[in-house]
């Protein structure tokens, strides 16, 4: 007779269950840590004449350093300030524990062998009674972690100066303090089957759009079966193209940019193990945002928001434009600026795409070079090796001095990027425009940006417009796209925003 599913499942729950005999629950642990030579196994006795044992299992690289006198802390409580074990038996122990009379510290009972395989690899210390079908997870995790520190990705001049650290705790903790409020929601989730790392979804209730956020737990669904070590593991499951060059979320590594964010209607993703929270969903504007920006001036900031929309032309456009004046349009440069350009070119054995293609592979390695190498030599290594490529190359004739500059330029421009995935996304398009402008010249060139700005005006984030408040259109949010607005001003359209809200609501 072929059994059903509720027999099979119940019979493997019986078959996990701890056994109340310790030599089999400690065999059959040991079985499951075969060749584990850092799990410790150390036995203790109790009761009339230390009849009765235990044993304590953990993993010392995960745990603080255990000794005997750590069955006694204990049992504190139970055990006579003498310090006689003699007058404990193992019902007083049952009894003791699941009172939960322990003043030691936090514990939990635990009562099948995957939960004490993974307590132990928690870090948590494990107390097995002989004659007891349930045992005691005493937290004792004791690992090295670094200490909350200034960011090294994201520079600050104003502002704090708090960066996450790779314990996902800690990083709840420092968005706690700024956003006080219980509309916060965190909600914890685990990915994959080995490792099991631990990530957050957090919002803060009444702001957060509620389709996006059911759209973002739908593609959550098959984050559980990865492996994840970084919160960027997970971005497949919530970027709509994962083929696009422009990024659909944004990184931090900064609690107060992580929190207004949230006060914004975002929301983040953080795991276990990582430094950075992953912000979404996120528009192209915001990408030329940066958290200072509201440390500083209007003003200033809506300068250097300017700033950075040129910078972004210059590095996506420079080679390419100049590729097309040369090639196609010289009577568009001034007469006595072309013929510095034809006399610095005089001898280039290439074509000015050609130069532009070696000249901006030299660069993209030398950024590479400097970023793997260790940090002491890296920059001095991309600084010296860009003086003397260049300079070797223009007396080698290999290059002309006017590439050798825009080649900078357009570097220095992709640098001024608040968010790095932004600077690659430039970086991965700066190549197909230089050949668009090679065959074509600016029609070619034309066509690139209508390509690009076609792609932009239909990806989306979580089921958002990628390229809002643009296309489409949306005046009220305009308002600190380009410029900086100041706060007065931003508090009083959203509060219009909110009553126009309302009164449709109302009239519906």
């Not at 610095?344 to 660069?363: K, L, S």
């Not at 290059?399 to 900078?408: D, G, N």
């Not at 029609?443 to 076609?454: A, C, K, Q, V």
Request: glycine share 6%; charged share 20%.
């Amino acid at each position: 007779m072929e059994m059903n599913f509720e027999e099979h499942t119940k019979q493997q729950n019986n078959a996990d269950r701890i056994s109340v005999d310790l030599k089999t629950s400690e065999q059959h642990i040991k079985e499951i840590f075969a060749n584990c030579q850092d799990i410790i196994y150390e036995r203790f006795h109790f009761g009339p004449s230390y009849e009765g044992s235990a044993a304590m299992i953990y993993c010392a690289p995960l745990t603080q350093e255990m000794d005997g006198g750590q069955l006694n802390s204990a049992l504190q409580d139970l055990v006579p300030e003498s310090g006689d074990m003699e007058s404990i038996q193992i019902e007083n122990i049952r009894e003791f524990f699941e009172r939960r009379s322990s003043a030691f510290q936090s514990y939990e009972l635990l009562t099948a062998y995957n939960e004490i395989t993974e307590a132990v690899l928690d870090g948590y210390a494990i107390l097995i009674f002989d004659g007891w079908d349930k045992v005691v997870s005493l937290d004792a995790g004791s690992v090295e972690r670094r200490q909350v520190e200034e960011p090294t990705s994201e520079a600050v001049v104003n502002g704090p100066r708090e960066g996450m650290v790779e314990q996902l705790d800690k990083n709840i903790a420092l968005i706690r303090l700024r956003l006080r409020t219980p509309d916060l929601k965190i909600e914890m989730y685990q990915a994959g089957t080995l490792t099991k790392t631990r990530f957050l979804v957090g919002y803060v209730d009444g702001k957060v759009d509620p389709s996006v956020l059911a759209e973002l737990k739908k593609r959550l669904e098959g984050a559980d079966k990865v492996d994840a070590l970084d919160t960027n593991y997970i971005r497949e499951f919530v970027e709509d193209s994962v083929y696009s060059p422009f990024s659909q979320y944004r990184v931090t590594e900064r609690p107060d940019v992580a929190v207004g964010s949230l006060l914004e209607g975002k929301i983040i993703l953080m795991a276990d193990g990582t430094t950075s929270a992953m912000i979404c969903p996120t528009f192209f504007t915001e990408l030329f945002q940066s958290a200072e920006d509201y440390y500083q001036r209007p003003v200033i900031s809506t300068l250097i928001r300017f700033l950075r929309i040129a910078a972004f032309f210059i590095a996506l456009t420079l080679p390419s434009l100049y590729i097309a004046l040369s090639n196609f349009h010289p009577e568009l440069i001034p007469t006595t600026l072309l013929l510095k350009i034809l006399d610095t070119r005089e001898g280039i054995p290439f074509p000015a795409f050609i130069e532009a293609v070696i000249m901006q592979f030299f660069f993209e390695l030398l950024r590479e070079a400097g970023i793997r190498l260790p940090r002491p030599i890296g920059s001095a290594v991309s600084i010296v090796g860009c003086l003397i490529i260049g300079e070797a190359s223009i007396r080698a004739g290999i290059a002309s001095p006017i590439m050798i500059i825009i080649i900078s330029l357009t570097g220095m421009a992709s640098f001024s990027m608040p968010q790095y995935e932004l600077a690659i996304a430039l970086r991965i398009l700066l190549f197909p425009l230089m050949v668009l402008a090679f065959m074509w010249g600016g029609f070619g060139l034309m066509i690139g940006y209508i390509l690009i700005f076609l792609h932009l005006a239909t990806l989306r984030t979580l089921g958002k417009p990628f390229f809002s408040p643009i296309a489409p259109m949306r005046m009220m949010q305009m308002l600190d796209v380009f410029v900086r607005v100041p706060t007065k001003l931003r508090m009083r359209a959203a509060a219009k925003a909110k009553r126009a809200a309302d009164l449709n609501t109302a009239k519906e």
